[in-house]
Every structure is written in C-alpha cells, then in structure tokens.
C-alpha cells in the first residue's frame, strides 16, 4: 500500500524558514521522480518542485532560488527546504510520486 507523509508544516513570519518532510512506503521510493506541489482555496494545485531518480531538480520559477528539493533513499524520504517565505507561499503542500499523493501539510507565512 502506498503512502506519502508529509511533515514539517506550520506558521512563520515572512522571511522566515521550513522544512518539509515527506516519508514514502510501499513502493520502490529509489525508482521514482519525487516532487512537491503546493494549493491555496480556489485556485488549482500548482507544482513546486521535483526531482529525479538521479537527483536532477527543477523548480517552479515563483520558488527557484529560495526553495530546495532533495531526497535520501536510504530513508525512503523527500524534503523541501524553504528560505525566505512569502505571503504567497501560503497553502498546503502535497507531497508527490508517480505511485500517488500524501495528504497534504499546512503551511503559512504570515506578513
């Protein structure tokens, strides 16, 4: 059974910093392109980040240079470390494979 969990979330002040968390189970985690998407109330769930088998990373351009995706596969886990939050980095974070989602972890960034 596959499952994605997300930790890490919370609030901070503008400027501030998080990491995100993401623990995988139930499929071969060092196989797989990870990624991380974000969604506010009304609007769609928009992409973050991901990264590859092999570690290659590609960012949203709204993160590039603040965010930072990476991944341990002897830990079966994916983490995305935030600097430098906004206000408009507010939403749930998603965690995300191939195989499915996790279930979402709050994240809020107060101005």
């Known amino acids: 059974q596959v499952q994605l969990v997300e930790f890490g979330g919370g609030l901070v002040q503008a400027g501030g910093s998080l990491r995100l968390s993401c623990a995988a189970s139930g499929f071969i985690f060092s196989d797989n392109a990870m990624g991380w998407y974000r969604q506010v109330p009304g609007k769609q769930r928009e992409y973050v980040a991901i990264?590859?088998?092999?570690?290659?990373?590609n960012y949203a351009d709204s993160v590039k240079g603040r965010f930072t995706i990476s991944r341990d596969n002897a830990k079966n886990r994916v983490y995305l470390q935030m600097n430098s939050l906004k206000p408009e980095d507010t939403g749930v974070y998603y965690c995300w494979s191939s195989k499915g989602w996790g279930q979402g972890t709050q994240v809020t960034v107060s101005s």
């Open positions: 990264i590859s088998i092999g570690g290659n990373t």
